[in-house]
């Protein structure tokens, strides 16, 4: 006989697993667990990353634990998404910021729903609402829709409709705020420095907005916010955060859900059978296990134990969990029921966001446009994934990058050099490029990488002045010679260096950024 106290507990998780198939083992654990969620990432779509495999994948789940549990992906666009074909990859939430259109971000909130409703998908995990308050956090960046709080809570509002007009849920993420964060929480625990006053009028602004909109999950963060609790709890098991001011001062009636409880802010100071239990008394509703079998196990049965033992883990809001969780559950499959066909227009939506968003944010020796069929000269660092959160880079010698400059008019003299480029990456680069009209130099995390920043100098030394673009970090351009031009496409997708192409060519609008970021 199954232990219902246990399965209740069980119906709190989020899961994951590795693999693109069920294979026995797994189906075992997930037939015997029963999670309320599965979250799939990159390394279950395969290396095709398309609908075929995701609805193969979605069968065998559903095949095992039914139609209840809710099927949850990252697709922020941008930097992180699951998937690369198939699905339209978006700019991401940056280059919205930039464009700074809410019907764009509305439009991209319905057309990425109702593709990933098609594919038998419950929820996508963003909008991401975290300010981009400092260029080195190393895990927001570019997922930040701006640094100015009425806007990004206007664009992140504006997905959050297009999302649900689109059938899916939505979520955002990460409360109270990561923006203002020195350190990954897949690595460690960052604290957050920032009186709660400020984080009220500032990092919680975006959150209030999705809120206000009907967003159907809020992911709360792993860091330490000392100005919201002096306790200095981590968020995750901070009630004076979950449920003080995001249940009851924020008025959030939807599904609270943990990040990752085996991540590296989590796990080098609890076990990840406390850490649920915590999670749960601090008002999660959904915890996120997203790796090891074991731990899931371990969480689940850490929980049972305190329900049971009803002190650290009321009964009466674990019950209220199961009530927000079933009914959240029972909506999505009357939203997957009514699915249809995914819907047009997504890869020229992404278009006009890219094109919209692209700016100059320096030309002080008037470069820009360029003449197309002039020699250019492209020095492109290799492109790399940098946080753990990422998964999808795609192409890392940027072959596309140097044909799509091609394809925009210009004779490509191409170089990809490491990420942290040594004296003789330097040189070898500087001479590929000796021959050039004009060097284009991009940059991808200089904060991070002297190598590249280095390099700048010695190109500037040898071609300038440079046109530099800024594929990763849009602060990048602390590092940019004095006389070179910059720009901002806000990424690396391919529809963004399209973008840059048309634009730097002259057949795209080259508007002025005010600012650094939007």
Same mark, same amino acid.
């Given at each position: 006989?199954?232990?219902?106290?246990?399965?209740?507990?069980? $119906?709190?998780?989020? +899961?994951?697993?590795?693999?693109?198939? *069920?294979? %026995? @083992?797994? #189906?075992?654990? /997930? !037939? &015997?667990?029963?999670?309320?969620?599965?979250?799939?990432?990159?390394?279950?779509?395969?290396?095709?990353?398309?609908?075929?495999?995701?609805?193969?994948?979605?069968?065998?789940?559903?095949?095992?634990?039914?139609?209840?549990?809710?099927?949850?992906?990252?697709?922020?666009?941008?930097?992180?998404?699951?998937?690369? $074909?198939?699905?339209? +990859?978006?700019?991401?939430?940056?280059? *919205?910021? %930039? @464009?700074? #259109?809410?019907? /764009? !971000? &509305?439009?991209?909130?319905?057309?990425?729903?109702?593709?990933?409703?098609?594919?038998?998908?419950?929820?996508?995990?963003?909008?991401?609402?975290?300010?981009?308050?400092?260029?080195?956090?190393?895990?927001?960046?570019?997922?930040?829709?701006?640094?100015?709080?009425?806007?990004?809570?206007?664009?992140?509002?504006?997905?959050?409709?297009?999302?649900?007009?689109?059938?899916?849920?939505?979520? %955002?993420?990460?409360?109270?705020? /990561?923006?203002?964060?020195?350190?990954?929480?897949?690595?460690?625990?960052?604290?957050?420095?920032?009186?709660?006053?400020?984080?009220?009028?500032?990092?919680?602004?975006?959150?209030?907005?999705?809120?206000?909109?009907?967003?159907?999950?809020?992911?709360?963060?792993?860091?330490?916010?000392?100005?919201?609790?002096?306790?200095?709890?981590?968020?995750?098991?901070?009630?004076?955060?979950?449920?003080?001011?995001?249940?009851?001062?924020?008025?959030?009636?939807?599904?609270?859900?943990?990040?990752?409880?085996?991540?590296?802010?989590?796990?080098?100071?609890?076990?990840?059978?406390?850490?649920?239990?915590?999670?749960?008394?601090?008002?999660?509703?959904?915890?996120?296990?997203?790796?090891?079998?074991?731990?899931?196990?371990?969480?689940?049965?850490?929980?049972?134990?305190?329900?049971?033992?009803?002190?650290?883990?009321?009964?009466?809001?674990?019950?209220?969990?199961?009530?927000?969780?079933?009914?959240?559950?029972?909506?999505?499959?009357?939203?997957?029921?009514?699915?249809?066909?995914?819907?047009?227009?997504?890869?020229?939506?992404?278009?006009?966001?890219?094109?919209?968003?692209?700016?100059?944010?320096?030309?002080?020796?008037?470069?820009?446009?360029?003449?197309?069929?002039?020699?250019?000269?492209?020095?492109?660092?290799?492109?790399?994934?940098?946080?753990?959160?990422?998964?999808?880079?795609?192409?890392?010698?940027?072959?596309?990058?140097?044909?799509?400059?091609?394809?925009?008019?210009?004779?490509?003299?191409?170089?990809?050099?490491?990420?942290?480029?040594?004296?003789?990456?330097?040189?070898?680069?500087?001479?590929?490029?000796?021959?050039?009209?004009?060097?284009?130099?991009?940059?991808?995390?200089?904060?991070?990488?002297?190598?590249?920043?280095?390099?700048?100098?010695?190109?500037?030394?040898?071609?300038?002045?440079?046109?530099?673009?800024?594929?990763?970090?849009?602060?990048?351009?602390?590092?940019?010679?004095?006389?070179?031009?910059?720009?901002?496409?806000?990424?690396?997708?391919?529809?963004?260096?399209?973008?840059?192409?048309?634009?730097?060519?002259?057949?795209?609008?080259?508007?002025?950024?005010?600012?650094?970021?939007?």
């Amino acid at each position: 006989m199954r232990d219902r106290v246990r399965d209740s507990c069980a $119906r709190r998780l989020g +899961v994951g697993f590795h693999g693109t198939t *069920l294979d %026995a @083992a797994t #189906r075992a654990h /997930l !037939a &015997e667990l029963r999670p309320g969620a599965v979250i799939l990432f990159a390394r279950n779509l395969g290396d095709g990353r398309g609908a075929a495999q995701c609805r193969a994948l979605v069968g065998e789940i559903r095949a095992v634990l039914g139609e209840d549990p809710m099927l949850l992906v990252d697709q922020e666009g941008g930097v992180v998404v699951r998937f690369t $074909r198939d699905v339209t +990859v978006f700019p991401g939430n940056m280059a *919205l910021g %930039a @464009a700074g #259109r809410e019907d /764009l !971000a &509305e439009a991209q909130g319905r057309i990425s729903a109702g593709e990933l409703l098609a594919l038998g998908l419950d929820a996508n995990l963003a909008p991401v609402c975290d300010l981009a308050s400092d260029p080195e956090n190393p895990g927001v960046g570019l997922r930040s829709l701006g640094s100015d709080p009425a806007p990004v809570g206007r664009l992140a509002a504006a997905l959050v409709r297009g999302s649900k007009a689109g059938g899916l849920s939505s979520c %955002a993420k990460h409360f109270p705020g /990561l923006g203002a964060a020195r350190v990954d929480p897949h690595v460690g625990l960052p604290t957050i420095e920032r009186p709660g006053e400020r984080l009220r009028g500032e990092d919680l602004v975006p959150f209030r907005a999705a809120i206000e909109a009907g967003v159907d999950f809020v992911m709360t963060t792993h860091g330490r916010f000392p100005g919201l609790d002096p306790s200095a709890a981590s968020s995750t098991f901070s009630r004076p955060i979950v449920t003080d001011l995001l249940r009851r001062e924020m008025g959030f009636r939807g599904v609270v859900l943990s990040d990752d409880l085996e991540m590296g802010a989590v796990r080098s100071e609890l076990p990840v059978g406390e850490a649920a239990v915590r999670a749960a008394a601090a008002g999660h509703d959904l915890l996120l296990v997203c790796h090891t079998p074991e731990r899931q196990v371990e969480a689940a049965e850490a929980l049972a134990a305190a329900v049971r033992e009803g002190r650290r883990v009321s009964r009466d809001e674990h019950a209220a969990s199961l009530g927000r969780l079933t009914a959240l559950a029972v909506a999505r499959i009357r939203a997957r029921e009514k699915a249809g066909p995914p819907p047009e227009g997504g890869p020229a939506l992404a278009a006009e966001i890219a094109a919209a968003s692209v700016a100059v944010a320096a030309d002080p020796s008037r470069l820009l446009p360029l003449r197309r069929g002039l020699r250019l000269g492209v020095v492109l660092p290799r492109l790399a994934d940098l946080t753990a959160v990422e998964d999808s880079v795609g192409d890392p010698d940027g072959r596309f990058v140097f044909e799509t400059l091609s394809a925009a008019g210009f004779q490509v003299l191409g170089r990809v050099i490491p990420l942290d480029p040594g004296p003789a990456d330097a040189a070898a680069a500087v001479e590929k490029v000796r021959a050039a009209d004009r060097v284009l130099a991009f940059t991808f995390d200089a904060w991070r990488n002297q190598g590249q920043r280095a390099l700048l100098g010695a190109l500037d030394a040898a071609k300038g002045p440079l046109v530099v673009a800024h594929l990763r970090n849009p602060w990048d351009g602390r590092y940019a010679p004095p006389t070179a031009a910059q720009l901002q496409p806000w990424g690396f997708r391919a529809v963004q260096v399209r973008a840059l192409g048309e634009a730097l060519a002259g057949r795209g609008a080259l508007r002025r950024l005010e600012g650094t970021v939007p």
